[in-house]
């Protein structure tokens, strides 16, 4: 099993601090991901930033339409240094595969590495409870399993999840088959708007490969010092699995 990686959201709402995260956290070795936020405010300079850096970057576009739209927002997106990216996996099979094809495409035709492309499943803000309300049967592990094999049948490298489905996907799915784990706290740390968090120690454990952490590193006082802590935790955790 590959060493488990960290993932730290740039989720702040200015170039500056996004920028200014990156350049705190430059001798670190995590992947950067560019969300929502940066990605509809400020997402082509900082982006163009993370290129220039050479930096591993994730961009978590959660896309979610017809086929031909996902395919054509895909090729877009890809760019040298994209490592990662998501789709929603309810967009279902055919949307799944038009992600994946158009990222190997773009990739081959920019002579890069491909983008692994990861399908979202159950959002980590969800609780069991609000399952029912969206007219989605059992509870988040059948769930997260559903559609899991759907992203794995349109060959998905993975999906994300919670940590707290991580161990039986790999179960099930075997160890290839990759997870990516929103909804980490480190112990003590707010849990804002997620409701199924786990610790980095125990997302590693559960054998996560890529921890994606935001608030607890964007609004630390000291982010590159927190970003060590979590690094070393997952490092002292992963040695032990
Ligand atoms: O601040 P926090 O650590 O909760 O940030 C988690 C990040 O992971 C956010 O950028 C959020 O968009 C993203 N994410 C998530 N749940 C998913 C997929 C992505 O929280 N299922």
Redesign the pocket.
């Known amino acids: 099993m590959n060493a488990p990686r960290l993932v730290v ?1 740039l ?1 702040v709402d200015t170039l500056e601090a996004a920028t200014g995260l990156v350049d705190l956290l430059r001798d670190e070795d995590i992947i950067f ?1 560019v ?3 940066g990605l509809f405010g400020f997402g082509d300079a900082l982006r163009a930033r993370l290129e220039r850096d050479g930096r591993p970057t994730f961009v ?1 576009a ?1 896309l979610h339409d017809i086929p031909r739209t996902v395919g054509a927002a895909v090729r877009a997106l890809v760019r040298p240094g994209v490592e990662i990216l ?1 789709v929603h996996a309810l967009g279902g099979n055919d949307m799944m595969l038009a992600a994946v094809d158009a990222a190997e495409e773009r990739a081959r035709d920019l002579g890069i590495a491909t983008p692994k492309v990861f399908g ?6 969800i609780a069991p409870e609000d399952l029912n309300e969206l007219g989605l049967r059992g509870g988040p592990g059948e769930n997260v399993m559903r559609l899991a094999a759907l992203a794995r049948d349109a060959h998905c490298a993975g999906v ?3 940590p707290h489905e991580s161990h039986d996907l790999k179960r099930y799915f075997g160890a290839d088959f990759q997870t990516l784990c ?4 480190p112990a003590g740390t707010p849990h ?3 409701k199924r968090v786990a610790t980095p120690a125990d997302a590693v454990a559960a054998g996560a490969d890529y921890l ?7 609004e630390a006082g000291d982010p590159a010092a927190t970003t060590r802590m979590i690094l070393e935790e997952m490092a002292a955790a992963a040695r032990a699995r």
């Open positions: 959201a989720d991901k969300g929502y936020e978590d959660k998501t979202v499943t159950i959002l980590t803000s994300v999840c919670s929103p909804g980490i706290r804002g708007d997620q994606v952490v935001g608030r607890p590193i964007t």
